[in-house]
Each structure stands twice: as C-alpha cells, then as structure tokens.
C-alpha cells in the first residue's frame, strides 16, 4: 500500500512533496533487518488504531502517528493546527509532544545518518542552539506558531494537561536568540512547566538566567528546585 493509500484511508493530508519521499524511507525500512533499525513504520490498521486512541485525548489531537520502534513509543506528524507538520514523539513514560524536527526532509536526514541508533540520539532541530539552527525562514515560522499557540492559551479555556504541552512546544521553538521571552516560566504555578523551563535555560546555558534559576533554587516547587540546580551547574560548567 502507497503512502497516498495510507492517507486516503485515514482522511488525512500531508504535504504533496512529502509522499515520494515516505514512500522511499518505507521501502528502505522494510528491507533493513531488524537489528538494524530501532523503528519501523506501522501498517494501516496500525496507523488506524493509534489514530483512534489520539482523536480520544485532546494532547493528541493534532498529531498523525506513523512510527514505531515497538515499545510503546511512537513518532509522528502535527498535521494540523500551529504545529503543522513538524515532527513529535509520543513516549509511555511521560507525556511530551514539543517537536523534535521541524520537517519530514530533517527527520529523514537523522534517520539515514544513523537508522540503528535510538531516536532520542539523533540530533534534533528543537531545541535549536546558536551553533545549530533551523533556516532563518523555518525560524521565522517558529515564532509564529509561537505567537498562535499563546494567542490560543489567551483566548482558550483549556485543561492544565493541554496548556502544559503547549509550553513545552513553546519553549522547544524558542529560538535561542530570544530565551529572555521564557525567563517567567520558572516562575510558573505548575511545576512541570517550571521544571521544563528551567531544563531549557539550563540546555542553552543561559548566563542571563542564573538570576531566575537561582530563586527557583529558594522557593520553587520540588520540580523545579532540581531542574535548576542542575541548570546552573550546567550552565556554569560542572556538569556536560
């Protein structure tokens, strides 16, 4: 079954330069023995099934699963919505779907460098560093959906589930020219997002941020006392 069947049958659209492509890596990972690939790409009634269970969790809404590495761990598309089209995964362990790369073309390309490592090893367009960025007009579409997704945490009533994905999409797009925009979420009533707030500064090692970091340390939530510890110990070069 093509790529374009697989679609058709689930009622969903994806880039028309994404077909050919996908089309390609699947018959590419079908002929990789197992021990070669740590994901597969699933069969419809597969796709159909995990498309069932996301339509059910308002999280998930948004997101078309396509792969799996056959542990309860799934990769797929935003194919709808702000996040149109950039590339999550969604773990057992906890719950996190900020995009990892920003297109199908960046996903592959990891892919094909090092098809037998494990995913979370792959090197990642979000979040972006200085010295490895999305493309300025990929930049700038980030901010955007930046924009959009706080325009819906403004104008929405929606569950603390959902407003906390949300920011953690928020904070991976961040580019790093503009972590200042996040400084207030250490300061933030749910402890995850606090937690991931302080994760992120502590990634970019953000010498502006030791200020904020070291008042979560004081009189954060648990969660995020230890992100921020660690955050500045990263940041100030103890810990890699």
Not at 12 to 35: F, K
Not at 180 to 191: G, S
Request: proline share 5%; with cysteine.
């Amino acid at each position: 079954m093509l790529i374009s069947e697989i679609l058709e049958a689930v009622s969903i659209s994806l880039p028309p330069q994404w077909i050919e492509p996908l089309d390609r890596h699947r018959s590419q990972l079908a002929m990789l023995p197992p021990n070669e690939c740590n994901i597969r790409f699933m069969e419809l009634d597969e796709i159909q099934e995990m498309l069932t269970f996301t339509s059910q969790i308002e999280v998930f809404h948004d997101i078309l699963l396509l792969w799996t590495d056959d542990e309860s761990n799934y990769i797929g598309v935003f194919y709808k919505g702000p996040l149109s089209y950039r590339i999550c995964a969604v773990r057992h362990e906890e719950t996190d779907i900020s995009p990892m790369f920003c297109d199908l073309s960046s996903f592959l390309m990891q892919w094909e460098q090092r098809p037998s490592a494990m995913w979370s090893e792959w090197r990642r367009d979000y979040p972006a560093t200085l010295e490895y960025s999305v493309a300025e007009k990929q930049m700038q579409l980030d901010v955007e959906c930046i924009i959009e997704l706080q325009s819906r945490l403004q104008q929405m009533d929606i569950d603390d589930d959902l407003r906390c994905q949300w920011l953690y999409c928020i904070m991976a797009l961040t580019p790093a020219q503009q972590l200042h925009t996040l400084y207030h979420y250490v300061q933030d009533e749910d402890m995850y997002v606090q937690e991931r707030a302080c994760e992120i500064l502590g990634y970019h090692r953000d010498e502006q941020a030791l200020e904020w970091l070291a008042d979560v340390v004081r009189i954060g939530s648990p969660n995020g006392k230890t992100a921020a510890k660690q955050a500045i110990a990263r940041i100030k070069g103890y810990i890699q």
